[in-house]
């Protein structure tokens, strides 16, 4: 059972930044495929970010290439996301996933890729 916390959400101005983190438990951290979706109100969750083992590769979505970045620390079982230049559409709850063992020489960019899921921190920009 792997549990996840997430971290970092707040109100922020368009244009500004934030680092959202996401720790999670688990001795095998290094080997879990790691993503960010985010939920809008009245919107379907979507995919933002994802980062793979052991390579780390990443991907993003289109709306959000270029001012985002996922990284991983392994020594601290945390994930992060950091989130430049916002706009007020980037507004969500975004949430933290984790696959152990997930997909290898793939893309983990949807929901059903990942086993297990954070309870999400609330993201405002404002305009």
């Known amino acids: 059972q792997v549990q996840l916390l997430e971290s970092g959400g707040g109100l922020v101005q368009a244009g500004g930044s934030l680092r959202l983190s996401c720790a999670a438990s688990g001795r095998t951290f290094s080997r879990y495929a790691m993503g960010w979706f985010r939920q809008a109100p009245g919107k379907e969750r979507e995919f933002v970010a994802g980062?793979?083992?052991?390579?780390?590769?990443?991907d993003y979505a289109d709306s959000v290439k270029g001012r985002f970045t996922i990284s991983r620390d392994n020594a601290l079982n945390t994930v992060y996301l950091q989130m430049n230049s916002l706009k007020p559409e980037d507004t969500a709850v975004y949430y933290c996933?984790?696959?152990?063992?997930?997909?290898?020489?793939?893309?983990?960019?949807?929901?059903?890729?990942?086993?297990?899921w954070g309870q999400g921190t609330q993201v405002t920009v404002s305009s």
């Open positions: 996933a984790a696959q152990p063992g997930g997909p290898l020489f793939r893309l983990a960019n949807r929901e059903s890729d990942y086993d297990y």
């Open positions: 980062i793979g083992w052991p390579i780390g590769r990443t």
